[in-house]
């Protein structure tokens, strides 16, 4: 098994740029699945569940091979969001397999439901669904326990280089495997920091300007961006600052259960057959509770500031559920698909379209908070 693996390591390593041109490739396909044959929706999801399970694993091995290998000397530095969660990943195994779990299950738990829909009762589907969100609601609360800071999405780094610039294979078989003599030579210099000798022209700031005109751009526009910030040089775990009040924590519990409310509420009405709002009510008051409870972080701290932006702007997925989707965006939506089948430009968008809205319809985690 171990001899398996390592062979499809090595393939991987040769064969990183064709491979992620192909799951790129594969993704965009998987978008116009829906409605094409029977169970295309299942096709499709899983098909995409597959694809992220497999980038999950070959971002693993890439991110040995680009930490183990001397001969690759990134040019531009991590992201914020990378450097907290690999930090993070590699002080605790904890954090580790619990962050992996949570993410194996964002991508598989759509596939779950479709799979469920076709198997078992309606009680039974809800039942599954809830027992997801308990789950992920208790693995949730135990990576707020163990960081002591606002959890960030997602929750794992992200690829976040060039597959074309990892050095060329070498005859090491596997990041996982020791070569079998070391390397007498010192290694080679990157291509990048050669001197190839050719005379690079002077910047546009360095030319004294033409007597006809000016420079457009000032030194201060062209150096400001590359001047180093505070969150450049704290270290990576420092990057959010722990929760020091009962009120922070209060309030990133109650964005963590949000979800699990939510799903609880609807299953309940669901399975009573009773059309209430009280579960996007209730959701929609924790999602402010939470916003207006959280800390207003400094200006300094760009990671914080990026995380609570990204989850106001979820907020717009409101819109997609409960009574707000079915009196307001549905019927929008269609009168648009109806007006593109007649417009020979917008058809192709407006199909598209009506292909996706039973599904938001019939599925809870096409839109699941």
Same mark, same amino acid.
């Given at each position: 098994?171990?001899?398996?693996?390592?062979?499809?390591?090595?393939?991987?390593?040769?064969?990183?740029?064709?491979?992620?041109?192909?799951?790129?490739?594969?993704?965009?396909?998987?978008?116009?699945?829906?409605?094409?044959?029977?169970?295309?929706?299942?096709?499709?999801?899983?098909?995409?569940?597959?694809?992220?399970?497999?980038?999950?694993?070959?971002?693993?091995?890439?991110?040995?091979?680009?930490?183990?290998?001397?001969?690759?000397?990134?040019?531009?530095?991590?992201?914020?969001?990378?450097?907290?969660?690999?930090?993070?990943?590699?002080?605790?195994?904890?954090?580790?397999?619990?962050?992996?779990?949570?993410?194996?299950?964002?991508?598989?738990?759509?596939?779950?439901?479709?799979?469920?829909?076709?198997?078992?009762?309606?009680?039974?589907?809800?039942?599954?669904?809830?027992?997801?969100?308990?789950?992920?609601?208790?693995?949730?609360?135990?990576?707020?326990?163990?960081?002591?800071?606002?959890?960030?999405?997602?929750?794992?780094?992200?690829?976040?280089?060039?597959?074309?610039?990892?050095?060329?294979?070498?005859?090491?078989?596997?990041?996982?495997?020791?070569?079998?003599?070391?390397? =007498? %030579? &010192?290694?080679?210099?990157?291509?990048? @920091?050669?001197?190839?000798?050719? #005379? /690079?022209?002077?910047? !546009? +700031? *360095?030319?004294?300007?033409?007597?006809?005109?000016?420079?457009?751009?000032?030194?201060?526009?062209?150096?400001?961006?590359?001047?180093?910030?505070?969150?450049?040089?704290?270290?990576?775990?420092?990057?959010?600052?722990?929760? =020091? %009040? &009962?009120?922070?924590?209060?309030?990133? @519990?109650?964005?963590?259960?949000? #979800? /699990?409310?939510?799903? !609880? +509420? *609807?299953?309940?009405?669901?399975?009573?057959?009773?059309?209430?709002?009280?579960?996007?009510?209730?959701?929609?008051?924790?999602?402010?509770?939470?916003?207006?409870?959280?800390?207003?972080?400094?200006?300094?701290?760009?990671?914080?500031?990026?995380?609570?932006?990204?989850?106001?702007?979820?907020?717009?997925?409101?819109? /997609?559920?409960?009574?707000?989707?079915?009196?307001?965006?549905?019927?929008?939506?269609?009168?648009?698909?109806?007006?593109?089948?007649?417009?020979?430009?917008?058809?192709?968008?407006?199909?598209?379209?009506?292909?996706?809205?039973?599904?938001?319809?019939?599925?809870?985690?096409?839109?699941?908070?």
């Amino acid at each position: 098994m171990s001899s398996s693996l390592a062979h499809y390591e090595s393939f991987l390593i040769n064969n990183v740029s064709t491979i992620s041109s192909l799951e790129s490739s594969l993704r965009s396909i998987t978008w116009f699945l829906p409605g094409r044959f029977k169970d295309a929706e299942l096709a499709s999801e899983a098909l995409t569940a597959l694809l992220n399970v497999t980038s999950l694993y070959h971002d693993t091995i890439l991110d040995k091979v680009v930490s183990s290998n001397p001969r690759y000397r990134p040019l531009i530095p991590a992201s914020l969001h990378t450097r907290f969660t690999r930090a993070w990943t590699e002080k605790t195994t904890l954090y580790k397999w619990t962050a992996r779990a949570l993410e194996l299950i964002r991508f598989t738990e759509l596939v779950i439901e479709m799979s469920l829909r076709r198997k078992v009762s309606e009680k039974n589907k809800w039942r599954a669904i809830v027992l997801l969100e308990t789950i992920k609601a208790v693995l949730r609360i135990l990576l707020l326990r163990t960081t002591r800071r606002p959890l960030v999405s997602p929750l794992i780094p992200e690829r976040d280089f060039d597959p074309n610039t990892l050095p060329p294979p070498s005859n090491e078989s596997s990041p996982t495997l020791a070569p079998s003599s070391p390397s =007498s %030579s &010192p290694p080679a210099t990157p291509d990048h @920091l050669r001197n190839n000798y050719i #005379p /690079l022209s002077p910047h !546009s +700031l *360095l030319k004294s300007p033409s007597s006809g005109g000016s420079v457009d751009t000032s030194v201060e526009d062209f150096l400001l961006p590359k001047a180093l910030t505070t969150s450049s040089v704290k270290p990576s775990l420092s990057l959010i600052r722990k929760l =020091s %009040s &009962p009120q922070d924590w209060l309030s990133e @519990l109650i964005y963590i259960l949000r #979800p /699990l409310v939510y799903a !609880s +509420l *609807l299953a309940s009405d669901r399975l009573s057959k009773q059309r209430s709002n009280r579960a996007l009510v209730a959701a929609l008051f924790m999602e402010f509770l939470s916003r207006n409870l959280r800390r207003a972080p400094a200006t300094s701290a760009v990671l914080e500031r990026s995380e609570y932006a990204r989850r106001d702007k979820d907020m717009i997925w409101y819109l /997609l559920r409960g009574s707000i989707w079915e009196s307001y965006t549905r019927p929008k939506l269609e009168a648009f698909t109806n007006h593109a089948s007649q417009a020979h430009w917008l058809g192709l968008f407006g199909a598209f379209v009506r292909e996706w809205i039973p599904l938001i319809d019939d599925y809870y985690y096409y839109t699941a908070p």
